[in-house]
């Protein structure tokens, strides 16, 4: 698995959405707090949107909300969506048939325990979860 800027920052406005949930956000208020360049940023939520992670709301009071309660969306999801599978390496993948020796491959046993693991994790924790302790850490530093 590789998070590519896309991946983080996808990640990244969705907890700010998630932070904010309930309100509507504006694109501008996103970028700044995550420090995301706003170009960059719209076609992010754009492609979020498309895939039914987020709603916009145009007009003077615009902006982007999430589309389900941050509970019922996990980290893995988003994963997925923008860089694509979890696993470490192509093999893993149910169509592969790029290599003649991969059901007697050594490394082929351990890779899939690597993405079990990864899956596991990502597909363990909702945004409500990261905001949770997001949150925590705030109140620690105060």
């Known amino acids: 698995m590789r998070i590519t800027y896309r991946g983080d920052y996808a990640l990244k406005a969705m907890l700010g959405l998630t932070i904010h949930y309930g309100e509507i956000v504006t ?17 992010v939520l754009l492609d979020l949107k498309r895939a039914g992670f987020v709603e916009s709301r145009r007009g ?3 902006g982007y909300m999430l589309a389900r309660h941050p509970s019922r969306i996990k980290i893995g999801e ?5 860089d694509g599978p ?8 149910k169509n592969y048939n790029g290599c003649k020796d991969i059901y007697r491959c050594a490394f082929r046993k351990i890779w899939q325990e690597v993405g079990k693991v990864t899956a596991g994790i990502v597909d363990s924790v909702t ?3 990261i ?5 925590h850490k705030r109140t620690l530093v105060k």
């Open 86 to 93: 979890v696993e470490p390496i192509d093999c893993l993948s």
């Open 60 to 62: 003077k009071v615009g």
């Open 78 to 82: 988003v994963i997925r969506f923008v």
């Open 127 to 129: 945004f409500q979860d």
């Open 27 to 43: 694109i501008h208020d996103l970028a700044s707090a995550a420090d995301i360049p706003l170009k960059f940023l719209e076609q």
């Open 131 to 135: 905001a949770r302790e997001t949150k």
